[in-house]
């Protein structure tokens, strides 16, 4: 990796892309330390050390829900937007055809998605504002008449800061490497490390520092193999003549990832298991039956305890799975592969084929979505070792992800220019 990054720098378009995607982080760093007006820093951060939901947030965000940044929401309505459309398309036959017309199909696709992002944005915005007001972190906050000229610059604010991280993510696409959307999360998870590793330090339990940080090490390696991993499918190419030129006879292979679906299983189950909870603690003082009731659901929901981790074991391993066969039911290789005369050795083309690689994914993501069940309970078992650090087990895939992606494209950059010089 050392070795790429030091020939890269020896090129000068890729050391401008690099220079240019550092310097487009440098940005967010900077635009997510722009408050909204209004809040008690002090409290707010309290509340997100107390609030469970808040403070994965804050994490990803970068410490700008803390700060209650304009960026504060970071990429996320963007992100939620793209796994709407994702599965729309598999539930909407227009949505279908579209994404099948190639580079015209997919920019339209995307502008859906941007314009998705923005409602997304104002309505995540609003009710995070409704949330602080009710902790009473934040005043004149509201739909009335004294009110609504703040609520409206401070949803406005936050949610053109969204669309601005999108931007300069695209940018990042455009003229850095690596995906950019990504890579601006990546920077905001990163930038609390420091944080954290500080606090641990300066609690004095060495031991535990050390503990954890083995543990670390042990799950990004063992990340890395699963995100690599993959079950190779043979296909040959039937030959075909056409006029005096013959086509076709390779052979070559599917690869079908172990995890298909990423981190996406990890965050629709973290929002089902963090929501219930954060929502009963608002209505847990409550008098009566309400308040006993919603008492009851936040002890349940309270990641403390043996139930809860049991519950997003389960959640995620399903959601990896469902997951997994949407996005495969979307790609069509059975189809395509009939389509272009490719054929898998001992298997008829059609629907053999299709069931026959549904055979084979569904047992290769049994490892995928254990594997990912067990990164996410890690820290129920990291909270035995130190209560001073947080693995973050979505955090973790999200940084490795990243890394390995940004590292790949620019290796696949360091090889087009290796054969142009062999061209020329």
């Known amino acids: 990796m050392l070795d790429a990054l030091v020939r890269a720098f020896q090129l000068p378009d890729l050391r401008r892309k690099i220079i240019f995607t550092f310097a487009m982080l440098v940005v967010f ?52 937007a793209q796994i709407i459309m994702q599965l729309l398309i598999g539930a909407i036959p227009s949505l279908e055809e579209l994404s099948s017309e190639g580079e015209r199909g997919r920019q339209r696709i995307n502008q859906y998605v941007n314009w998705m992002t923005v409602p997304l944005a104002a309505l995540q915005a609003y009710g995070t504002g409704v949330l602080l007001q009710s902790q009473g972190l934040i005043s ?78 042990v799950t990004v390696a063992a990340i890395v193999v699963v995100q690599e991993a993959h079950r190779r499918i043979p296909v040959q190419y039937a030959k075909r003549i056409r006029g005096n030129r013959l086509y076709g006879g390779q052979s070559t292979h599917i690869p079908l990832r172990v995890n298909s679906a990423g981190m996406i299983p990890l965050i629709f189950a973290m929002s089902i298991m963090l929501l219930p909870g954060t929502i009963a603690s608002y209505f847990a003082v409550s008098p009566g039956l309400i308040g006993d009731i919603a008492a009851r659901i936040r002890d349940i929901f309270n990641a403390t305890g043996v139930i809860y981790w049991l519950c997003y074991f389960l959640l995620v391993v399903m959601f990896t799975f469902f997951y997994t066969m949407v996005i495969f039911q979307q790609q069509k290789l059975a189809e395509n592969l009939q389509k272009y005369g490719g054929f898998i050795p001992g298997i008829r083309p059609g629907r053999p084929t299709e069931e026959y690689l549904n055979r084979v994914l569904f047992r290769i993501t049994i490892l995928g979505a254990v594997f990912l069940g067990v990164v996410a309970i890690l820290p129920f078992f990291a909270q035995g070792i130190s209560t001073s650090l947080i693995l973050s087990s979505t955090g973790l895939l999200i940084v490795v992800g990243v890394v390995l992606d940004t590292m790949k494209q620019l290796e696949a950059q360091l090889m087009m220019r290796n054969y142009e010089g062999l061209i020329k």
């Open 29 to 80: 760093r900077i635009f997510a330390h722009i408050p909204v007006p209004g809040v008690d820093p002090v409290r707010l951060a309290q509340f997100f050390q107390t609030n469970q939901l808040m403070g994965m947030l804050d994490l990803f965000s970068g410490g700008a829900m803390t700060t209650f940044s304009i960026a504060a929401m970071g990429v996320y309505p963007y992100i939620t």
């Open 140 to 217: 004149n906050f509201g739909l009335g008449a004294g009110s609504l000229l703040p609520t409206a610059a401070m949803v406005i604010s936050m949610t053109a800061g969204t669309l601005f991280l999108v931007w300069l993510g695209e940018l990042i696409t455009e003229n850095g490497i690596g995906n950019g959307v990504s890579i601006i999360i990546f920077a905001g998870i990163v930038s609390r490390l420091p944080q954290i590793v500080g606090q641990s330090l300066l609690s004095g339990d060495i031991l535990a520092t050390i503990a954890f940080g083995a543990l670390g090490v």
